[in-house]
């Protein structure tokens, strides 16, 4: 059974740190484009950090949307089947309900980023507040 399912989120003061982990199960995480997405009460899900697949690019390609850059951080561990998002520095504004979920295509031969991804987990709360 095809399933991701984050975790890490918590309680933070602003300035804090958290590290969101997203385990895949049933299927080779490393085949796909995963992204970070989020949503914060009473508004639309976004983007937050998408990252290529593992098997196509000879590099990992990433994105992050203007608000997370130079704070947030998303990288893979193959061998654990597992994406991460390091978020540094939080925000208020990093206040949301996080989620991950992979691209459609496996071994896309370049970065893709936006909410069309499939196969989203429960998501994992994250708060910042003092």
């Known amino acids: 059974q095809v399933q991701l399912v984050e975790s890490g989120g918590g309680l933070v003061q602003p300035g804090g740190s958290l590290r969101l982990s997203c385990a895949a199960s049933?299927?080779?995480?490393?085949?796909?484009?995963v992204g970070w997405f989020r949503q914060a009460p009473g508004k639309e899900r976004e983007v937050v950090s998408c990252i290529s697949n593992r098997i196509s690019s000879s590099s990992e390609l990433t994105y992050y949307r203007d608000s997370v850059k130079g704070r947030f951080t998303i990288s893979r561990n193959n061998a654990k089947n597992t994406v991460y998002l390091q978020m540094h520095s939080l925000k208020p504004e990093d206040t949301a309900v996080y989620y991950c979920a992979v691209d459609g295509l496996a071994r896309r031969p370049n970065l893709i980023c936006h909410l069309d991804f499939v196969h989203y987990g429960p998501g994992t709360p994250v708060t910042v507040s003092s």
């Open positions: 049933g299927f080779n995480l490393s085949s796909y484009g």
